[in-house]
């Protein structure tokens, strides 16, 4: 199983936790995808029998989007340059990923899917001309045009032109016709995800309950990052993703009162200090944008007492995240804090710190 090594940066990691920075679903897929094996994933659910002809170790992600400025809050695309491993009449295949993040259903779909096919057509004309290359022997790359479907309405309407169109029988011949792949998450029988034994499939198990009950996504959950654990040394940067791709859905889709245990759940799979790292990065961005998990609640409603409230909250459930066990001593010390910038140190050394023993606790209120 091939993986890639790419490391978030510090602005990733920040941009991929706060809510007020894009759409969840939209960089969810994104950082799905940024471990290329789950490309080949998806493609290999959807079409083993090209998927096997593809050199996905090679993926390239092409820095270019199609989607409409007025549809961004809706859907977003990711576009990918895979080359063929056998001898082919062409060199790569460009994979067209339209991420549909609305609740609804999308009539138009089949229209706006050609549209973009027919850009990316057209960007490969212009490099071909920009290379010089003569124009008999210009041609054009297929296309694998995929939606990736993370909305909860099951899609029934057919991605094709004619659904669209008032068609009499005489005029279908003229109606252009080519095939839309389509991977619904949400309404994908579970079981399926399983048929490849791949990550892909496990990390769409557990993605499909995020907002199921409690119960039911801890179960899956846990079936999953057992199956993780079972990936060779070799693929440590493909399980390594795995941690951060469900602790970024545990933090973005379940309540406050789940977190601490799922993300210690995921912790105890976790064999990387560089997931940790990622978490503790991503829990100080929340922080500071004073949002998820109520953290900052206070500094919303402008009430003092909730400022501190929240800020004691915060440094136990980075504590606890960190450390695990946290003695009930320890949490009534932290509870007595009244002080806010005495709180907004400490938040700072418990992220730091390598054991709990090296936190200091202050002996009076207030720091004094």
């Given at each position: 199983m091939?993986?890639?090594t790419k490391i978030l940066t510090e602005e990733e990691i920040r941009r991929l936790f706060r809510t007020d920075i894009g759409h969840f679903e939209d960089k969810s897929a994104r950082l799905l995808f940024?471990?290329?094996e789950h490309l080949r994933g998806l493609v290999m659910f959807l079409v083993s029998n090209i998927a096997e002809h593809l050199d996905f170790s090679q993926a390239k992600v092409e820095n270019r989007s199609y989607i409409d400025n007025s549809l961004r809050d809706l859907m977003s695309d990711i576009v990918f340059s895979v080359p063929f491993r056998d001898d082919t009449q062409t060199d790569d295949l460009t994979i067209y990923i339209l991420i549909e993040h609305q609740s609804t259903v999308d009539r138009m779909m089949g229209f706006r899917f050609l549209s973009y096919m027919c850009q990316i057509w057209r960007d490969q004309l212009h490099a071909l001309d920009n290379a010089k290359v003569p124009l008999?022997?210009?041609r054009l790359r297929p296309i694998l045009p995929i939606v990736f479907y993370t909305g909860e309405r099951p899609w029934k309407i057919p991605l094709t032109l004619n659904a669209v169109m008032d068609l009499p029988e005489m005029m279908t011949p003229?109606?252009?016709t080519f095939e839309t792949l389509f991977f619904g998450v949400k309404d994908t029988d579970i079981?399926?995800?399983g048929q490849h034994n791949h990550p892909f499939g496990w990390l769409m198990a557990v993605t499909q309950k995020a907002e199921s009950d409690d119960k039911s996504l801890e179960q899956t959950l846990a079936e999953v990052l057992k199956r993780l654990d079972t990936l060779s040394p070799e693929d440590e940067a493909l399980h390594t993703h795995a941690m951060v791709y469900l602790s970024h859905l545990i933090i973005g889709k379940r309540p406050d009162s789940e977190n601490d245990h799922l993300i210690q759940l995921i912790m105890t799979h976790n064999k990387d200090t560089e997931v940790e790292s990622i978490i503790m990065t991503g829990a100080e961005a929340l922080i500071?944008?004073?949002?998820?998990q109520g953290l900052e609640q206070g500094l919303e409603q402008g009430l003092e007492q909730g400022k501190i409230d929240e800020k004691q909250a915060a440094v136990l459930r980075l504590m606890r995240l960190r450390f695990t066990e946290v003695s009930e001593a320890v949490v009534n010390e932290i509870n007595r804090i009244e002080d806010f910038s005495l709180l907004d140190t400490l938040f700072e050394e418990v992220f730091n710190a390598e054991t709990i023993?090296?936190?200091v606790l202050p002996n009076k209120n207030n720091g004094a």
């Amino acid at each position: 199983m091939q993986t890639d090594t790419k490391i978030l940066t510090e602005e990733e990691i920040r941009r991929l936790f706060r809510t007020d920075i894009g759409h969840f679903e939209d960089k969810s897929a994104r950082l799905l995808f940024k471990q290329t094996e789950h490309l080949r994933g998806l493609v290999m659910f959807l079409v083993s029998n090209i998927a096997e002809h593809l050199d996905f170790s090679q993926a390239k992600v092409e820095n270019r989007s199609y989607i409409d400025n007025s549809l961004r809050d809706l859907m977003s695309d990711i576009v990918f340059s895979v080359p063929f491993r056998d001898d082919t009449q062409t060199d790569d295949l460009t994979i067209y990923i339209l991420i549909e993040h609305q609740s609804t259903v999308d009539r138009m779909m089949g229209f706006r899917f050609l549209s973009y096919m027919c850009q990316i057509w057209r960007d490969q004309l212009h490099a071909l001309d920009n290379a010089k290359v003569p124009l008999n022997q210009q041609r054009l790359r297929p296309i694998l045009p995929i939606v990736f479907y993370t909305g909860e309405r099951p899609w029934k309407i057919p991605l094709t032109l004619n659904a669209v169109m008032d068609l009499p029988e005489m005029m279908t011949p003229f109606v252009p016709t080519f095939e839309t792949l389509f991977f619904g998450v949400k309404d994908t029988d579970i079981d399926e995800f399983g048929q490849h034994n791949h990550p892909f499939g496990w990390l769409m198990a557990v993605t499909q309950k995020a907002e199921s009950d409690d119960k039911s996504l801890e179960q899956t959950l846990a079936e999953v990052l057992k199956r993780l654990d079972t990936l060779s040394p070799e693929d440590e940067a493909l399980h390594t993703h795995a941690m951060v791709y469900l602790s970024h859905l545990i933090i973005g889709k379940r309540p406050d009162s789940e977190n601490d245990h799922l993300i210690q759940l995921i912790m105890t799979h976790n064999k990387d200090t560089e997931v940790e790292s990622i978490i503790m990065t991503g829990a100080e961005a929340l922080i500071q944008q004073g949002k998820k998990q109520g953290l900052e609640q206070g500094l919303e409603q402008g009430l003092e007492q909730g400022k501190i409230d929240e800020k004691q909250a915060a440094v136990l459930r980075l504590m606890r995240l960190r450390f695990t066990e946290v003695s009930e001593a320890v949490v009534n010390e932290i509870n007595r804090i009244e002080d806010f910038s005495l709180l907004d140190t400490l938040f700072e050394e418990v992220f730091n710190a390598e054991t709990i023993e090296d936190i200091v606790l202050p002996n009076k209120n207030n720091g004094a």
